[in-house]
């Protein structure tokens, strides 16, 4: 019985809402028109950026998720010109609403095509640093999430992060500190543990 209620107010939510997003649009149109650039732009973008991820993720989010973001999109934009041209006597409208989704689409596909690039990039510096992170011998630890270690069983927790160093503190030895030195986010140096 409660699964019965917790899902029949959880639907009657939705009806409401969808009830009440639409006299909030009739009243205000400007509301639909950031709903149809939103869902225009990120369903476009959205289709571009599957990469390094798993099949399943990029066929439901990307995809589906893209084809039904742009679907509501194209709905909005019909709905806008409907109700901005409620009397259907102005043909420059069709043209005005068919620029605008136009816009958006090229912003959108820009946009996707540029952060597409952006997390290859990102994707081949991970895996650059992956094996830098092994060939100097570096692994997670058995003991902690936050902690590596080193070829010799030394922990090295992350004390300080910047553009162009990591910095670690050696679990149980005061005053021992190891770096690894960066390069556009590229690990390209390992120090070893030293003395301060």
Known sequence: MIDDLIRSATYGFGGSFGRDA?????????????????????????????????????????????????????????????????????????????????????????????????????????????RFLAYAGLRDSDFESDLIADRDGNLLKLKEQTADRMVFTVAGKRGLRAAIRLVDGRMVEYTGIKRI
Do not use: M
């Open 22 to 130: 639409y006299q909030a649009t009739k009243k205000n149109p400007l509301i639909l028109i950031l709903i149809v650039i939103f869902c225009l732009v990120f369903g476009f973008r959205n289709l571009y950026l599957g990469i390094g991820r798993s099949s399943a993720y990029f066929f439901f989010v990307n995809v589906i998720g893209s084809l039904v973001l742009i679907s509501v999109g194209l709905f909005g934009l019909t709905f806008t010109a409907s109700i901005a041209n409620g009397d259907g006597q102005n043909p420059l409208l069709g043209i005005a609403v068919v620029g605008f989704g136009s816009v958006c689409v090229l912003i959108g596909n820009v946009w996707g095509i540029r952060s597409r690039s952006h997390r290859k990039a990102a994707i081949e510096i991970a895996a650059e640093n992956a």
